[in-house]
C-alpha cells in the first residue's frame, strides 16, 4: 500500500530523547558513540508491523526515526513536514531513562500541543509506577493527553498502534507483569542512515536477553525485566548477524545486562563461531556479565571463538561492606584478580563499573585506597565510574522514599555524575570531586601506557580508541556514556527554567567553548601519540621484519618494492623520525640492534626543539634558529603524524587472527 492511494496514514515518529546539560541545553553531538537499542527496537517492532499490514491493507504506514543525541528535535517541523489530510501523528518518546525524563516530558508536551498522538515509555515511568505507583510528574503528562506505557510492548505493539490509529489511547498501559517471550520477536534494526551519525558506523546493538537472576538493590532492571531470563532465537540472531555483514555491520555491543545467564548463550555463541569460522563473517563484539561468569565451564573459551572484544563487569566495588549492603552477594573481590586474569588470557579486553558513593565510602577510601587496588592490583583495561544515584524503579529508591530520605527533585540530575542525594560521610563537593579524580587517576598517562603494555594486539586499538573516547569526555564535562565527539549547542534549544541568551552572549560564550575545547583536542591528540609511541612500536612485529631488511640507504628501493607498504614501510619511516639520520648513513647492525633493545620511543625530543624553536621566534631572535634541524624536525613531524594516524585509521580492520591487516 502506497502512501498515495491509502485512505488514511498512521505516521509514527519514533524518539530517543537527550537530556539537559548543567546550563540547561539539551546534549547532542556532531557524532554519537553509542546507539540506542530501545529506539532500534521500536524500529524493528514497527517495520514488522508494517510488513503485516496490522493496521490493514488501505492504511499506509510511514516510521520516522530520531534520536536527539545525534539529531535536531524540531517539534514544530517534524509535526508540518509531509503533513497531509487524513494523516494521524503518532509521536513515541522511547526508552525515557530518569536523567532524561525532563526533556521528554518538555517533548511530550510541545507535540501534544501540536496536535499529535503522543506515547512515552521506558525505564522511568516503568520502575516509577511498579515500584511506588503514580506520582506527580507522570500524572501532569497523563492529564495532558500523553499516554504512559510501562513495561515492554513486543506483545501488544499492534493493539497499540490499532488505538492510535483510531484515536482511542487510554491514559496508561501497564505491561510490566506481562513480559514477553522474545525467542522469535523481530531484531532490534538499525538503519544505515541512522548508524551513519556514530563515530563507529560498523557497530549496531542486540539484546540477546532480558532479566538478570541477582538481586543488587541500586538496579532497576530486575524490577523492569524481571529476574526471569528471556532470550531470542540463536538462529534468529545468526540470520540477523549475517543480514547486517552484508550492510558493513561488523561490531556489536550485546546489551544483555547479563549475557552469561541467557541460558542460551551457548547456542548464540556456536552460531556466531559457525559464522565466523564456515562463512567467514568475522565479527567481534562487546558484552556485559557478572563476576561469575568465569567459572561458567567453556563461556570465556567460546566468548573468544565467537568474537568477543571486551567484556563489562559489574565491579562496583572494593569494599566488602558496600557490597553487601547493596546485595552485591555474588561479587567476590578475593576473585577480581582470577576473573580479569582469565579473560585477558583469551584476549578478551576486560572494562569494569565502578560506583562511588557507598555509604561506606569516603574520599580518601576510594582515592587514596580503592582506586590504587583497582589499577595496581586488579588491573582492568579500562574503568567507568558512576556516582551512587537512587533511581526510581529500584529497591534503593524505594526505601529511601518510605524512610523520607532527602533526594533530589530534579531528576535530569539522576545521570550517576552530579549527586542526587546527601552522603552520610561526604559533602556534595567532596563526593563529586571524588568521582571527577577518580575518572583523571585511572586515565592518567602511566596507568594508560601500563594498560596498553599488558594489552593483546587485538585489543590494543580498541582499547586506543576507548581512552580517546574517554578523555574527550573529560575534555567536555560530562560521562562518556553520553558523550559524543563535537557538542553541538542550539540558542534557543534551551530548558524553560532557563533565559533565553541574546545572540552576541550565545556566540561570545559558545566561541570561548569551542575554542577552550580545540585547544584541549590538539593536547589529547599529542598525549595519545606519545602513548602510542610508548606502547606499539617496539611490540609490532612488523617492525622487527623491517629493521632485518632495512639496514642501508641503498636497501630502500627494493623494500619499497617488496614489502607492504603498511606492514614495513610506515614502521621504517617511523624509526627514521625518532632516530635521526644514523639510519640514512647505514649505521652497523649492531648499533641499530642496541638502539632496538632499548625500545624507547617518545616525542620529547621533537617537544623540545618546537618549543625552543617557537621561544626563538617569539623573541625576535630568529638568527639563533637551527632551520637545517627544523627542516629535518619537521619532516620527522610529518612522518611520524601520517604512521600514527595510519595506525588509527587502520586499526579496525582486523582478521580472524586478530592482526591488523
Given at each position: 500500500m502506497t502512501t498515495a492511494t491509502a485512505s488514511r496514514t498512521l505516521r509514527?515518529?519514533?524518539?530517543?530523547?537527550?537530556?539537559?546539560?548543567?546550563?540547561?541545553?539539551?546534549?547532542?553531538?556532531?557524532?554519537?558513540t553509542l546507539p540506542s537499542n530501545t529506539l532500534a527496537a521500536l524500529m524493528g517492532l514497527t517495520q514488522d508491523a508494517q510488513e503485516r499490514q496490522v493496521l490493514g491493507s488501505d492504511v499506509a504506514v510511514e516510521i520516522e526515526m530520531w534520536d536527539e543525541t545525534v539529531h535536531r528535535i524540531r517539534p514544530d517541523r517534524i509535526m508540518k513536514r509531509g503533513k497531509r489530510e487524513g494523516m494521524i501523528d503518532l509521536v513515541c518518546l522511547v526508552g525515557v531513562q530518569t536523567n532524561q525524563y525532563p526533556r521528554a516530558s518538555d517533548l511530550a508536551k510541545q507535540f501534544a500541543g501540536l496536535g499529535a498522538k503522543v506515547m512515552l515509555g521506558g525505564f522511568h515511568v516503568s520502575g516509577t509506577i511498579e515500584m511506588i505507583g503514580m506520582t506527580p510528574e507522570i500524572q501532569e503528562l497523563i492529564d495532558l493527553g500523553v499516554t504512559i506505557v510501562c513495561g515492554e510492548v513486543e506483545e501488544h505493539w499492534d493493539e497499540l498502534l490499532q488505538a492510535a490509529l483510531e484515536e482511542r489511547l487510554e491514559p496508561t498501559y501497564n505491561f510490566v507483569d506481562d513480559k514477553p517471550d522474545l525467542f522469535e520477536k523481530p531484531i532490534p534494526l538499525m538503519p544505515k542512515r541512522y548508524r551513519n551519525r556514530f563515530t563507529f558506523n560498523h557497530m549496531a546493538t542486540i539484546d540477546t536477553s532480558r532479566g538478570c537472576p541477582f538481586n543488587c538493590s541500586f538496579c532497576t532492571?530486575?524490577?523492569?525485566?524481571?529476574?526471569?531470563?528471556?532470550?531470542?532465537?540463536?538462529?534468529?540472531?545468526?540470520?540477523?548477524?549475517?543480514?547486517?555483514?552484508?550492510?558493513?555491520?561488523?561490531?556489536?555491543?550485546?546489551?544483555?545486562?547479563?549475557?552469561?545467564?541467557?541460558?542460551?548463550?551457548?547456542?548464540?555463541?556456536?552460531?556466531?563461531?559457525?559464522?565466523?569460522?564456515?562463512?567467514?563473517?568475522?565479527?567481534?563484539?562487546?558484552?556485559?556479565?557478572?563476576?561469575?561468569?568465569?567459572?561458567?565451564?567453556?563461556?570465556?573459551?567460546?566468548?573468544?571463538?565467537?568474537?568477543?572484544?571486551?567484556?563489562?563487569?559489574?565491579?562496583?566495588?572494593?569494599?566488602?561492606?558496600?557490597?553487601?549492603?547493596?546485595?552485591?552477594?555474588?561479587?567476590?573481590?578475593?576473585?577480581?584478580?582470577?576473573?580479569?586474569?582469565?579473560?585477558?588470557?583469551?584476549?578478551?579486553?576486560?572494562?569494569?563499573?565502578?560506583?562511588?558513593?557507598f555509604d561506606g565510602d569516603t574520599y580518601d577510601s576510594v582515592i587514596s585506597h580503592d582506586l590504587l587496588q583497582l589499577m595496581n592490583e586488579v588491573q582492568p583495561d579500562q574503568a567507568s565510574f558512576f556516582m551512587m544515584t537512587p533511581l526510581p524503579g529500584s529497591a534503593d529508591h524505594k526505601r529511601w522514599t518510605r524512610e523520607g530520605r532527602p533526594m533530589d527533585k530534579d531528576f535530569n540530575r539522576y545521570d550517576s555524575f552530579h549527586a542526587a542525594m546527601p552522603h552520610p560521610r561526604m559533602t556534595a563537593e567532596q563526593w563529586t570531586q571524588a568521582y571527577r579524580d577518580a575518572w583523571k587517576t585511572f586515565y592518567n598517562f602511566e596507568n594508560m601506557k601500563g594498560i596498553l603494555q599488558r594489552s593483546q594486539d587485538r585489543n590494543y586499538f580498541n582499547i586506543m580508541k576507548n581512552f580517546i573516547w574517554y578523555k574527550n569526555a573529560l575534555i567536555e564535562g560530562e560521562h562518556p556514556m553520553i558523550t559524543g565527539f563535537f557538542r553541538r549547542k542550539a540558542r534557543l534549544e534551551r530548558r524553560p527554567t532557563f533565559p533565553i541568551e541574546s545572540r552576541w552572549t550565545y556566540t561570545r560564550r559558545r566561541t570561548r567553548e569551542v575554542g577552550h575545547i580545540l585547544k584541549e583536542w590538539?593536547?589529547?591528540?599529542?598525549?595519545?601519540?606519545?602513548?602510542?609511541?610508548?606502547?606499539?612500536?617496539?611490540?609490532?612485529?612488523r617492525v622487527q621484519l623491517a629493521k632485518q631488511h632495512i639496514v642501508r640507504w641503498r636497501d630502500i628501493g627494493r623494500n619499497f618494492v617488496t614489502l607492504r607498504w603498511h606492514r614495513s614501510l610506515p614502521q621504517f619511516f617511523m624509526r627514521v623520525a625518532l632516530?635521526?639520520?644514523?639510519?640514512?648513513?647505514?649505521?652497523?647492525?649492531?648499533?641499530?640492534?642496541?638502539?632496538?633493545?632499548?625500545?624507547?620511543?617518545?616525542?620529547?625530543?621533537?617537544?623540545?626543539?618546537?618549543?625552543?624553536?617557537?621561544?626563538?621566534?617569539?623573541?625576535?631572535?630568529?638568527?639563533r634558529i637551527d632551520v637545517g634541524q627544523t627542516l629535518v624536525n619537521l619532516y620527522r613531524e610529518v612522518k611520524v603524524n601520517l604512521w600514527f594516524l595510519a595506525h588509527i585509521i587502520k586499526s579496525k580492520a582486523f582478521d580472524a587472527t586478530g592482526r591488523m591487516g
Amino acid at each position: 500500500m502506497t502512501t498515495a492511494t491509502a485512505s488514511r496514514t498512521l505516521r509514527i515518529v519514533l524518539i530517543k530523547p537527550s537530556k539537559y546539560d548543567d546550563e540547561g541545553y539539551v546534549i547532542r553531538h556532531w557524532k554519537g558513540t553509542l546507539p540506542s537499542n530501545t529506539l532500534a527496537a521500536l524500529m524493528g517492532l514497527t517495520q514488522d508491523a508494517q510488513e503485516r499490514q496490522v493496521l490493514g491493507s488501505d492504511v499506509a504506514v510511514e516510521i520516522e526515526m530520531w534520536d536527539e543525541t545525534v539529531h535536531r528535535i524540531r517539534p514544530d517541523r517534524i509535526m508540518k513536514r509531509g503533513k497531509r489530510e487524513g494523516m494521524i501523528d503518532l509521536v513515541c518518546l522511547v526508552g525515557v531513562q530518569t536523567n532524561q525524563y525532563p526533556r521528554a516530558s518538555d517533548l511530550a508536551k510541545q507535540f501534544a500541543g501540536l496536535g499529535a498522538k503522543v506515547m512515552l515509555g521506558g525505564f522511568h515511568v516503568s520502575g516509577t509506577i511498579e515500584m511506588i505507583g503514580m506520582t506527580p510528574e507522570i500524572q501532569e503528562l497523563i492529564d495532558l493527553g500523553v499516554t504512559i506505557v510501562c513495561g515492554e510492548v513486543e506483545e501488544h505493539w499492534d493493539e497499540l498502534l490499532q488505538a492510535a490509529l483510531e484515536e482511542r489511547l487510554e491514559p496508561t498501559y501497564n505491561f510490566v507483569d506481562d513480559k514477553p517471550d522474545l525467542f522469535e520477536k523481530p531484531i532490534p534494526l538499525m538503519p544505515k542512515r541512522y548508524r551513519n551519525r556514530f563515530t563507529f558506523n560498523h557497530m549496531a546493538t542486540i539484546d540477546t536477553s532480558r532479566g538478570c537472576p541477582f538481586n543488587c538493590s541500586f538496579c532497576t532492571i530486575i524490577n523492569v525485566q524481571g529476574r526471569k531470563m528471556r532470550w531470542r532465537s540463536p538462529d534468529w540472531i545468526a540470520k540477523k548477524v549475517r543480514e547486517n555483514w552484508a550492510l558493513g555491520v561488523t561490531h556489536y555491543f550485546f546489551v544483555d545486562d547479563n549475557l552469561a545467564r541467557n541460558k542460551s548463550w551457548e547456542q548464540i555463541f556456536d552460531r556466531l563461531i559457525e559464522l565466523r569460522e564456515s562463512e567467514g563473517i568475522h565479527l567481534t563484539f562487546m558484552m556485559q556479565v557478572d563476576l561469575l561468569s568465569h567459572t561458567i565451564p567453556n563461556f570465556v573459551e567460546k566468548a573468544r571463538r565467537a568474537g568477543c572484544t571486551q567484556v563489562f563487569l559489574g565491579m562496583e566495588s572494593l569494599n566488602p561492606a558496600n557490597l553487601a549492603d547493596s546485595g552485591k552477594n555474588q561479587n567476590k573481590i578475593s576473585d577480581y584478580k582470577v576473573l580479569i586474569d582469565k579473560y585477558r588470557a583469551h584476549e578478551i579486553a576486560t572494562h569494569c563499573g565502578y560506583i562511588i558513593g557507598f555509604d561506606g565510602d569516603t574520599y580518601d577510601s576510594v582515592i587514596s585506597h580503592d582506586l590504587l587496588q583497582l589499577m595496581n592490583e586488579v588491573q582492568p583495561d579500562q574503568a567507568s565510574f558512576f556516582m551512587m544515584t537512587p533511581l526510581p524503579g529500584s529497591a534503593d529508591h524505594k526505601r529511601w522514599t518510605r524512610e523520607g530520605r532527602p533526594m533530589d527533585k530534579d531528576f535530569n540530575r539522576y545521570d550517576s555524575f552530579h549527586a542526587a542525594m546527601p552522603h552520610p560521610r561526604m559533602t556534595a563537593e567532596q563526593w563529586t570531586q571524588a568521582y571527577r579524580d577518580a575518572w583523571k587517576t585511572f586515565y592518567n598517562f602511566e596507568n594508560m601506557k601500563g594498560i596498553l603494555q599488558r594489552s593483546q594486539d587485538r585489543n590494543y586499538f580498541n582499547i586506543m580508541k576507548n581512552f580517546i573516547w574517554y578523555k574527550n569526555a573529560l575534555i567536555e564535562g560530562e560521562h562518556p556514556m553520553i558523550t559524543g565527539f563535537f557538542r553541538r549547542k542550539a540558542r534557543l534549544e534551551r530548558r524553560p527554567t532557563f533565559p533565553i541568551e541574546s545572540r552576541w552572549t550565545y556566540t561570545r560564550r559558545r566561541t570561548r567553548e569551542v575554542g577552550h575545547i580545540l585547544k584541549e583536542w590538539v593536547k589529547l591528540y599529542w598525549e595519545m601519540q606519545e602513548l602510542w609511541l610508548a606502547t606499539w612500536p617496539q611490540r609490532d612485529q612488523r617492525v622487527q621484519l623491517a629493521k632485518q631488511h632495512i639496514v642501508r640507504w641503498r636497501d630502500i628501493g627494493r623494500n619499497f618494492v617488496t614489502l607492504r607498504w603498511h606492514r614495513s614501510l610506515p614502521q621504517f619511516f617511523m624509526r627514521v623520525a625518532l632516530t635521526g639520520r644514523e639510519r640514512l648513513l647505514g649505521k652497523s647492525q649492531d648499533a641499530i640492534d642496541a638502539v632496538r633493545r632499548q625500545a624507547v620511543y617518545s616525542r620529547r625530543t621533537l617537544n623540545r626543539h618546537w618549543r625552543q624553536t617557537l621561544h626563538w621566534f617569539g623573541t625576535l631572535r630568529w638568527h639563533r634558529i637551527d632551520v637545517g634541524q627544523t627542516l629535518v624536525n619537521l619532516y620527522r613531524e610529518v612522518k611520524v603524524n601520517l604512521w600514527f594516524l595510519a595506525h588509527i585509521i587502520k586499526s579496525k580492520a582486523f582478521d580472524a587472527t586478530g592482526r591488523m591487516g
